[in-house]
């Protein structure tokens, strides 16, 4: 197998090359949501993950914790990026065919889609797509060289061991494609037995931690139900609990529906019959084709190669092989694990082929330089180039986020991809992360909360004192946690249609109705934000601004803006506020006796803008950002309708109602007090 070694050497000393310039020049980029919870868990000493095998899991853990400084899980990633150079290199270095010429332009083919794939490994790290690659790349040695096939199997499974579940069916067709029963004997059998059973310890190895087993089991059947769609709703879950269960991000399970989301979930194969049942099967096999019209081409070629072999065998493996490949995209499509399992279903082709150079070197060759000029576009279609060309635009919203965070350095956060507030600038800044430099990490720490995805359970009990296993902390719930004023929710703007409407609406609801508090009820506050990242707290009102919808039209006026003595760089006349410059204010403070008014405002805006209303708990205190209600006023009628607490009136209110400099139509600003107190 190494008989080409200068050769081979030689094709690996620009390979890591390649690995090395990217790594330097910051151009490799860590994933999104594994790798973040990986080294938030794993850098503390938790063992609990569900993106690894459990004892890579725990190899990790005891290295995080007791070297520290060492950047330990990037060097996990660049090892298997490293090990993909090198079987790429073994593979280029024994390319024979009868003409050598032949043999050098398929070197350098087969060179450059390699070095696609290592660059697609650096810009997108994370324990998928490496996981699948090796397996797809080592398919060719099952043939002569069963020993390494499954040595690196055994080495692939220690990062995302449960995904090669998944595409288990597709690797015994491919396995017995390729299989020679002349390479066994009773040696290279007990080798390979002892692999197989390394494997399956790396799978099965969970379960001799009860905590991280019943974690495991839950996380499995969590995001089955929240991915996939689960095997069914009806008498299982409330309309409450369904929502609840398809916002992952909350993981409260004083609230969270835990054994009825096990019992909605189901496995694999309940996936499949509930997608043949109720999602239109036929619809959704056509839409894969469409996402990925190369099938045909590959179907094609399948159908080709068994007719050359002469084969029937060959015939009804591919057909199941295709059958396999397309449920698994049904259910799963995603990049990093279609990329790896359509290079498995190519590689396949190429061995094939590669068996008849000799016997029909005039077909063969050229279809073959045909088929690896196509992965190379495929490969270079699917990289994404685009991180490193927006590199300064990523590097600045990272920034932007560790700045928001270090300004409430006395307050506990929680991240989120959900909370009200879209993931898309939040995912940006984590991917920011570069490969061996972890100083410049978003920094999960005991004083930050991984939530949802991004967590795992137990994990998120014992980061915050949150009582688990029967170990009363500081907190009693997670509730506690989430209603203490030192803690908060951070996340990024994003656009409307991606705010989580649910939370704002049936989570605070149902704290209601489980943390019942007389005269109270939970709210979502607005804490700080930057251009593109939002801190909320949710918070027991009585004692903040909010919407409020009840019927004023009969109401008493307690002041009027034509009335006011004291505004800055506005003037009022004739229906109009005239903004001087983007900072108008207007004071009010005054003896208000009931316990509820309604701000109400009638605002005709040229532009789109911002409302922002200024309170203080203490009459003494100065106004704050920390201590503000935001609300948009849109191009156009705006018709805005307010609670405020007649405390915030007696200590004095400052309303900025515009953030803009410019001309503004008023119908209506004022403040009145309902007939019918609540």
Do not use: C
Not at 28 to 38: I, K, M, N, S, Y
Not at 312 to 333: A, E, M
Not at 641 to 653: C, D, R, V, Y
Request: charged share 20%; net charge positive; no cysteine.
């Amino acid at each position: 197998m190494l008989k080409n070694k200068k050769e081979l050497f030689s094709y690996f000393l620009l390979y890591f090359v390649l690995i090395v310039v990217m790594i330097i020049s910051h151009r490799t980029f860590l994933g999104v949501q594994d790798e973040a919870q990986l080294y938030a868990t794993l850098k503390n000493g938790e063992p609990i993950n569900y993106m690894t095998s459990y004892p890579l899991a725990l190899i990790g853990s005891f290295l995080y914790s007791h070297f520290p400084s060492m950047q330990w899980y990037s060097i996990i990633m660049t090892f298997y990026i490293v090990l993909i150079a090198f079987i790429l290199s073994v593979y280029i270095s024994n390319i024979n065919f009868e003409n050598r010429y032949t043999s050098y332009i398929f070197k350098i083919v087969i060179f450059f889609i390699g070095a696609l794939l290592l660059i697609y490994q650096l810009l997108e790290v994370d324990v998928t797509s490496p996981t699948l690659l090796l397996i797809a790349l080592s398919l060719p040695l099952i043939r002569k060289h069963q020993i390494y096939f499954w040595a690196i199997f055994w080495i692939a499974s220690f990062l995302r061991e449960q995904i090669i579940f998944s595409i288990l069916p597709l690797v015994v067709i491919a396995y017995l494609l390729n299989v020679d029963r002349s390479y066994f004997n009773k040696k290279r059998v007990a080798i390979i037995a002892l692999l197989v059973a390394g494997i399956l310890f790396n799978h099965f190895s969970y379960k001799l931690n009860k905590t991280y087993s019943d974690w495991m089991e839950f996380t499995e059947k969590r995001a089955f139900y929240t991915d996939f769609g689960g095997i069914g709703k009806q008498g299982i879950l409330t309309d409450d609990e369904y929502h609840l269960a398809k916002g992952w991000w909350i993981a409260d399970f004083d609230l969270y529906p835990k054994e009825k989301i096990e019992r909605a979930a189901g496995g694999t194969l309940d996936l499949i019959k509930e997608h043949i049942k109720y999602h239109h099967i036929n619809r959704e096999i056509r839409a894969v084709f469409i996402r990925h019209p190369y099938f045909y081409v590959l179907i094609v070629l399948s159908i080709f190669v068994s007719l050359l072999y002469r084969s029937w065998s060959r015939f009804i493996l591919y057909s199941i092989f295709l059958s396999g490949f397309t449920i698994l995209l049904v259910i799963k499509d995603v990049d990093r694990v279609t990329l790896p399992v359509t290079l498995m279903w190519w590689t396949l082709i190429l061995s094939d082929l590669y068996r008849l150079r000799d016997k029909l070197k005039y077909i063969v060759a050229p279809l073959m330089f045909f088929i690896l000029i196509w992965m190379g576009y495929y490969l270079k279609n699917d990289i994404p180039f685009e991180r490193i060309k927006n590199f300064h635009q990523r590097e600045a919203l990272a920034k932007e986020l560790k700045d928001l965070l270090n300004k409430h350095k006395d307050m506990e956060f929680e991240i989120t991809s959900g909370f009200p507030s879209s993931w898309e600038y939040l995912i940006e800044a984590i991917m920011q992360d570069h490969l061996f430099d972890e100083k410049n990490w978003i920094d999960y720490d005991n004083d930050f909360l991984l939530s949802g995805w991004f967590s795992g359970v137990p994990m998120l009990y014992k980061q915050h004192h949150v009582s688990f296993n029967g170990v009363k902390r500081k907190y009693a719930h997670y509730h506690d946690w989430l209603i203490d004023p030192k803690t908060a929710i951070v996340g990024s703007k994003g656009e409307a249609r991606h705010i989580r409407v649910f939370l704002l609406k049936n989570l605070m609801r149902m704290y209601d109705e489980k943390f019942p508090k007389k005269g109270y009820k939970h709210m979502v506050k607005l804490v700080d934000e930057t251009p593109h990242f939002i801190i909320h707290q949710v918070v027991l009102t009585n004692n903040f601004i909010h919407k409020d919808n009840t019927d004023i039209s009969k109401s008493k006026q307690q002041w009027n803006l034509y009335d006011t003595n004291k505004i800055n760089n506005a003037k009022i006349a004739q229906g109009k506020l005239i903004a001087l410059n983007n900072d108008p204010q207007i004071y009010l403070k005054g003896n208000f006796k009931n316990k509820k008014y309604i701000l109400k405002i009638d605002i005709i805006s040229p532009k789109r803008t911002l409302l922002q209303i200024f309170y203080k708990d203490k009459p003494k205190q100065n106004y704050t950002q920390k201590e503000s209600y935001k609300q948009t006023i849109k191009k156009g009628i705006n018709h805005i309708q307010l609670k405020i607490p007649a405390k915030f009136l007696q200590n004095g209110l400052r309303i900025d109602p515009v953030s803009n400099k410019g001309e503004y139509k008023i119908n209506s600003f004022g403040i009145y007090s309902p007939i019918k107190q609540k």
